[in-house]
């Protein structure tokens, strides 16, 4: 990303600049998820890591924005007789898509009860941090360049253990995670305020996450999680912090009306979303150049799990799409001017311009459907993968 | 309970009205619970009802203060060859508990994947009425008196279902449900704002609940979970606003700091439960006469659930007896002088009076333990039961 | 407002319905507001009702959406020399309005200090419940059919007064204004979570100002301002509820991504004003045989005035029109096949749909300028006002 | 500050730290104060910064806790008819008490209607950075330390303005108002989630304060009030990270159930201010050489100012006795052994404990009345001063 605005493209399509955005998919949504009270299960769900990849394959092939699906280990672990990840890169190819971050997985083990890299005993310490060094190596056999980090540690009382104590042994095994990266690669830290502990996260919030990438080094990166803020949180205010210090290293997109809800992003709030891809539009980061990750993190319980990562896709799609048809050069001129009303008036032009035709005439152009959502329907993918996915255990939040 | 605030005792130990008190157990407190990441087990935890009322009989034994079990159906059910519900009652007895509410499960059934009571489907909505007589089986046979319905119903998307139409099927739901209990039985109806839904919650407010309650008939009355508000909810302005109403039926107490968290009672904000609990004692609804029943609702995940429940009791009579202490005369001096400080003052002494050696005083005269933590942890009861409860499978959140 | 779903007008257009809808301006919106930091004033702000109801006028000249101004006791009294009240409704006639609803201020007064309707001293309640008599005597001379009653009280630290005793002082007040009700008239009750009282409001939620209504009755009504929800409320929910118990008696309308913000609706949160309205429209609330009033509540600091209601007044209609598009038959069928995405879908089309060129023909076709924004910018009206409008004092929030 | 943990004042009393701790009040809580809708007076408000300096010695003189007055301008500028800075820095150590934070006020000049640091208008910036040229002078001559920012900047819309040119302008306004420090003295930067503004603000929390902190230099440091967070923010989380960044300059005291209330310290939530505490006491932080300034920032509206702000002083000395109770060794021991509630307990039981009579005892050692509030009134300090002070204007919230 550069440090001066984007210049208009004289003359041009502003949404010809689509043709560089992308949206990496992550392979636990397509498996089942759910509340604590339950997880609902559907015919056709993925029962291992390769046919997570092909319904992922699935939602590229129709939009062409989502060349890329995330693993999450030891989720997606693949076994020997399997062809281990070599076969499972070889399958990404075949679909026509590619494998993105890997995240690690540090809150299933009993031994991670009281935390995982923050845990006050240096056992489990030493058993996170070793969880890491597999995922680099899942990295080198994928060619991911992203280690993604969510770290779940925290507490439920005050009291539980010493916040600083806690502060101190996560910055140790950073350090020692942050040794592990090779040249190129990078660690991307998320943060979220609460859930599962119920007291204090370890990494609760934007500056805690940036303070230790500063602490770390260039590799280390912020991932923004859209769902992870308190009631009222000026997300996009964030964004642009993050772009503004270059350490705003990916998003993870969902939605929300209460705390972490993972509903489809773009489906309770449109306007905070267009808001977001706005201030992403203002610092030029929806390029490639950026190096910004577009990632989707989102739980499908009741919804149609590929439909429902169709749907965001597009929700993505259309919200960066209005955020490029900002007239720029008018609002600016309403901020020199001092014209509160107006310049809000010129960002509403834009979010108000229904651009679902304009989308639909750039995915024909580039023999795509022009209504992915109905194409998938039509296609009888599901009800064929439903009836060959019998047997075995499908893929879960546990599993 | 009675139009009339309480009338000091006069001369009396104010303390002396904690003899009447008592707080109600749920059944599933003693077993493994959780998040949606995961759910953490322990040593000793119960494998049947029999077990779970075993556990919570302890508390009761060493606090005098939990006579009463709730049930939760199906997870609680009884087959016939361990002798029914007649064997579970009689071994409640003889542990020196009894059952208390009946909670009926409406969350755990595929069926209910968009909603039970409020379902679009008739055969679903009947099959969730059926349930509650069940239930309602269950009360005349374990001597309840209490219909508790909490109701998972609702939507995750705008537009998923028509809200109104929803409202519509629920309340005719709740007729058919209503006209199930016999005399002297009373339905519970809890609200929630959300989770497991996460746009619209078909109960989420107790003017929703209240609504419905006015609409059935005198047995209806509001439940009150002290986690499922927005946050910055007045809650003990609702509580006295129910009581007002005659309408408070229930608490289900528990702790939070930023959702429904179900952390112990008293965790979080001791300070909210002594206020909520003076609202309780200003309109005398701590008294068995006001009906109001007082139970408790967490989920231990991490912290050992027995020791849990018991602090959760001790806390909910440590801030029953401040309230108690409040200085009635001076408090209502203060009001009709508009002297806001001192009020608020005359609130404040009580709250910050250490209650600890006073209650100990009171549990030592009536043979309990002075301690009931230390006691409970000297008595190696948990060992004992580590080493019993081998084989077999502990009874979880979703069972 | 029937009990039946608007029928679809057949072969129609959908946005005819739009024609019987009006939207009632505040005068006060017109005056100075602001913060408790600053309250920053403009040129040409008018300085008495005559002033503040020609500039409301321009509103309705441009939009053919605003035909009532609301007035604000005794901020908008009219003294006997210019005419008194005849001579504002006279005025308002001239212009093209009429006068709405009257606002009664129980804020303003040092004897207020600690409440009025619900004030320990009896003293004080009277003077409020005298206040009312003198609104219902303003009702009387400009025609007005309704006494709306925004309630302030309530406390700032727990235990500085009796929550239930101000409850029943408060129940006994309003039955004492209701009493002053002509056959016709309607009590509007507002409620508010919080501000200008910190710890307890007096009203709340609806859950109280139902309770209130239904003690009342029949013409005892809810007003729902948008900005005065805990986080996360879910508006449209509350809106459904007020409608089925036919209590709805108005909207406040504004926007907030905090608190009581009071920006303009439709500004924050465009998708939530859709979603209320579509509640709206399943219930036929937008007709006027609903007898639910529109109105906005707004409070202008840094913005121009009238080009804020402007803007305002077309948000409401912009969000109305994209209810109304709404496929209803459509909508339907996926909620009987429990078609979660799919009835998302239909809901999130019209939401989707760009309806200003839809509502520029219309307004051409009606008289009307396609952009009433760009014609009162052009009519020269601000500056015409802020030149005559020299000397004197700005109407302002306290004025 | 240390890096290590306070060692426990080993056969000492815990509470003899509380010797060398102090609280900064602000003058300009002595004056009138309140919301939006009304400011209430009271007999007996100070008129100038003298009898400001007045009332702020009284809870000094009651206390022996609050020996620094902190001034705020414009409000507190002395004319030199009166002696200037002089006399006002004279007539504080004649009253025992010394000048404070220089606060510069950027809210209530027509100019700042955009914003005053990040305004778009390079004219308006410097005037803001003017304004601290005038208060350095002002530090320069009553000997204060520390210049204390309050940004109010923000915009009300999206769009309004790019919240990065505001940040690019805000950053390069605080360099120059940093170069105009002398060394020893410290930029204390606070932040605020909202209000004045309600779309952004430009310094909306600690991770944006931090980040203009690090970028100007060693002697810019953070100012944590406690009302400026979104609800569930874990606060103490945030002082233990300012902590550790070395980086905490101060804190703002006060209270909120919903908002920025600005209720007094302790009376909303006292079991946070004990949580808040024990991070200070965890990190040595309230010792002097901590450098971190414990000030009350406050709005009395309702409450009588003078012993509003004892109150609050008492509050903050019993939490921080309560924090010094805590069984530290105990502590670390539960954290050692993973015991989650004895952990929580041993945090409990310092909290539990009313520490009342020993605060009294310690006072009446140090010739203070062991009940300040009660010496207070009794003293017939309001009623005099409510008699000397007749005519002029009492200050206010804004003047």
């Not at 605005?5 to 998820?33: K, M, R, Y």
């Not at 092909?54 to 007789?81: F, N, Y």
């Not at 190096?291 to 009741?302: G, K, R, Y």
């Amino acid at each position: 990303m550069t440090d001066q605005p984007s210049a208009p493209v004289t003359g041009g399509d502003p949404l010809a600049e689509l043709d560089e955005f992308s949206i990496e998919l992550p392979s636990w949504a397509f498996g089942n998820a759910g509340t604590r009270f339950k997880v609902f299960s559907s015919p056709g769900v993925p029962r291992d890591p390769f046919e997570k990849v092909s319904d992922a394959a699935q939602v590229h092939r129709l939009t062409g924005l989502a060349p890329r699906v995330s693993l999450h280990i030891p989720w997606d672990l693949v076994p020997d007789e399997r062809g281990g990840f070599d076969a499972l890169a070889a399958h990404a190819r075949e679909e026509g898509v590619s494998i993105g971050a890997i995240n690690s997985n540090l809150f299933q083990d009993d031994d991670y009860r009281l935390g995982s890299l923050a845990h006050p005993e240096e056992r489990v310490r030493d058993k996170a941090i070793a969880h890491h060094a597999q995922c680099v190596d899942v990295m080198r056999a994928t060619g991911s360049r992203d280690l993604k980090l969510w770290l779940p540690d925290g507490t439920n009382y005050p009291g539980q253990d010493s916040l600083r104590a806690r502060q101190d042994r996560l910055a140790d095994s950073l350090q020692q995670v942050y040794a592990l990266l090779d040249p190129g690669m990078r660690l991307l830290i998320e943060y979220k305020l609460f859930e599962p502990s119920f007291y204090s996260m370890d990494i609760p919030d934007w500056g805690t996450s940036l303070t230790h990438c500063l602490a770390l080094g260039d590799q280390a990166v912020v991932v923004l999680d859209t769902g992870h803020h308190a009631p009222s949180t000026n997300i996009e205010f964030i964004v642009m912090m993050l772009l503004r210090a270059k350490r705003l290293g990916a998003f993870d997109f969902n939605s929300r009306f209460y705390a972490d809800d993972d509903l489809m992003v773009g489906a309770a709030d449109p306007f905070q979303l267009f808001r977001i891809l706005h201030e992403i539009v203002e610092q030029d980061a929806h390029l490639p150049s950026s190096e910004v990750s577009f990632m989707l993190d989102q739980c499908h319980n009741i919804e149609p799990k590929v439909r429902g990562q169709l749907r965001s896709v597009l929700n993505v799609e259309e919200g960066l799409a209005k955020a490029l048809l900002v007239d720029e050069p008018a609002l600016r001129a309403a901020h020199e001017a001092g014209d509160v009303l107006g310049a809000n008036d010129v960002l509403m032009d834009a979010y108000r311009t229904d651009v679902r035709e304009r989308l639909a005439d750039r995915r024909e152009a580039r023999g795509l459907p022009r209504d992915p959502v109905a194409a998938f329907t039509a296609s009888g993918y599901l009800e064929r993968v439903s009836a060959e996915r019998v047997g075995g255990t499908q893929a879960s939040w546990g599993a």
